[in-house]
């Protein structure tokens, strides 16, 4: 039980870790620097300065990677930068520390609870790092020799001759092995090492001593010294998995492809405690650490009560992430409740938070984060266009300014253009209504529509 191989681990890694592209993919960091101090156009970050600035001494304190159980709360008005915040806080944790993204509806599906959604939220963002000692043979090929046998079928048998400077040893080859260095087209003056375990080759590159057959070998090739003493070697591997990773593949009746496709349903408990014990184990036998990585749950205004005690719980649990949630609210309901509470989120969860609050953005700074999607999504746009995004980005909003760069960039290809021009604009404005206008249209036509309760209720906020 609680097992888990570098080699599954790193399957998983590839096909779990897609980044979700789109909406902030310019953003690429937090764009500050070595004192924290947010440059003013860095790394795809514009502005907001204090929020930024704020969010990277949250960084800081979460690579020392002592600290975990916190909260964050970063709050402000729509579209002034909270999502893209916590994504520069995961771009710039880098891909050992684990960060989760969720969005707070994202709770409620019908395939597993609240609190399973939850608790695999939490597990996904805290990291095991692993220390493995594996043995391995190291050495320069001298040769392989290949026999067929010679009755023309059955298994193909071999031998390997290995070297170092001080040493030179004959292995025997079976089936697997023969495919595997045939596969890598290993060959005399490789240097390989080969996992005792799993029987995994690695190319480490060409000895030095073949230098000579440079020509034959092409500009790639990488040249290493013949390794000294023993053939075979003790090496640590280090490598780190989330504890839902862990839950995963040792969970009976999943098994870890169940990570690939996403559907894991709901781990039994037991295989839970199962593992927090043996993770207990290898840390007290030095074999192990605990990563707390980052949570981030986004519009947090849409868990209800049960899910805030659950979060209050949670934090205090020793293997627990750090907790960064965003909301645009006010004073609000707290969901399944009747009381209202400060951005919809309960005292009790608000008194243990470290709050970050965005502000809106000047002129100048929408015209800078106009530009840089505009980069992004490769339009060329006109400076008078520019100009006039910008205006529509003021007195609209930002997201609605940053949607009309890609429907004006198709508006100018179909009239054969090159840049985006102010016509263009002026096009995608009147074909698309932003928000307000489309309120006021709907306050116009109320009659006929469906379900009208203008007047009675206040109108959705986009988030
Ligand atoms: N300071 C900023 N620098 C660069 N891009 C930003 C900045 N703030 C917001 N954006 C971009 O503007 C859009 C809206 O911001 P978003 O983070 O979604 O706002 P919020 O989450 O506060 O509602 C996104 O595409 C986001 O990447
Ligand atoms: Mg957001």
Redesign the pocket.
């Known amino acids: 039980m609680a097992s888990v191989t570098a080699e599954k681990v790193q399957e998983v890694r590839e096909v779990t870790r897609i980044e979700r592209i789109g909406?902030?993919s310019?953003?690429r960091g937090l764009g500050l620097d070595d004192a924290l101090e947010a440059r003013a156009v860095s790394q795809?970050?514009?502005?907001?300065a204090a929020a930024?600035r704020a969010a990277g001494v949250i960084l800081e304190v979460i690579k020392e990677g002592k600290i975990a159980g916190r909260a964050i709360l970063?709050a402000?008005?729509?579209?002034?930068?909270?999502?893209?915040?916590a994504?520069g806080m995961a771009q710039a944790l880098g891909s050992d520390t684990p960060f989760t993204s969720i969005a707070g509806s994202e709770i409620f599906s019908l395939e597993m609870s609240k609190t399973e959604a939850l608790t695999q939220a939490f597990r996904k963002s805290i990291g095991v790092r692993i220390k493995e000692e594996t043995e391995i043979i190291e050495g320069e090929v001298v040769e392989i020799q290949i026999d067929r046998p010679a009755t023309g079928t059955g298994a193909k048998v071999g031998k390997l001759t290995l070297k170092t400077t001080e040493m030179e040893t004959i292995y025997d080859l079976g089936q697997k092995m023969i495919e595997s260095l045939t596969k890598d087209k290993v060959q005399a003056g490789d240097i390989i090492t080969i996992d005792k375990a799993s029987g995994k080759i690695t190319k480490l590159g060409r000895s030095f001593t073949r230098a000579r057959d440079y020509d034959a070998m092409g500009p790639q090739t990488k040249f290493v010294q013949c390794p000294e003493g023993e053939l075979q070697k003790r090496k640590e591997v280090v490598h780190t998995v989330t504890l839902h990773e862990i839950d995963v593949i040792n969970s009976r009746t999943q098994g870890f492809l169940a990570l690939f496709s996403g559907d894991t349903g709901e781990i039994k408990s037991e295989v839970r405690e199962q593992i927090n014990s043996k993770v207990a184990e290898w840390r007290e036998e030095g074999k192990a650490e605990i990563v707390p990585g980052v949570l981030f749950i986004?519009e947090v205004h849409m868990l209800d009560i049960e899910c805030f005690s659950f979060l209050n719980r949670a934090l205090e649990s020793d293997m627990a992430p750090i907790l960064i949630m965003?909301t645009?609210r006010g004073i609000t309901k707290i969901r399944g409740t009747q009381y209202n509470s400060p951005h919809g989120v309960p005292i009790d969860l608000l008194d243990r938070l470290l709050i970050i609050s965005?502000s809106p953005?000047e002129e100048k700074?929408i015209k800078q984060?106009l530009k840089?999607?505009c980069e992004e999504e490769d339009v060329e746009m006109s400076d008078d266009a520019l100009t006039v995004l910008t205006r529509i980005g003021m007195e609209t909003s930002?997201?609605y300014s940053?949607q009309l760069i890609t429907t004006a960039n198709l508006v100018s290809r179909k009239r054969k253009a090159t840049e985006v021009e102010v016509d263009d604009i002026k096009r995608v404005y009147s074909l698309f209504l932003d928000e307000s206008r489309s309120t006021q249209f709907l306050k116009e036509c109320q009659e006929e529509f469906m379900f009208n309760e203008i007047g009675e209720s206040e109108t959705m906020e986009t988030?």
């Open positions: 909406a902030h310019h953003i795809g970050m514009v502005g907001q930024r970063i402000g008005q729509p579209g002034t930068g909270k999502t893209a915040i994504m986004d965003a645009n965005t953005y700074e984060i840089i999607r930002l997201r940053i988030s």
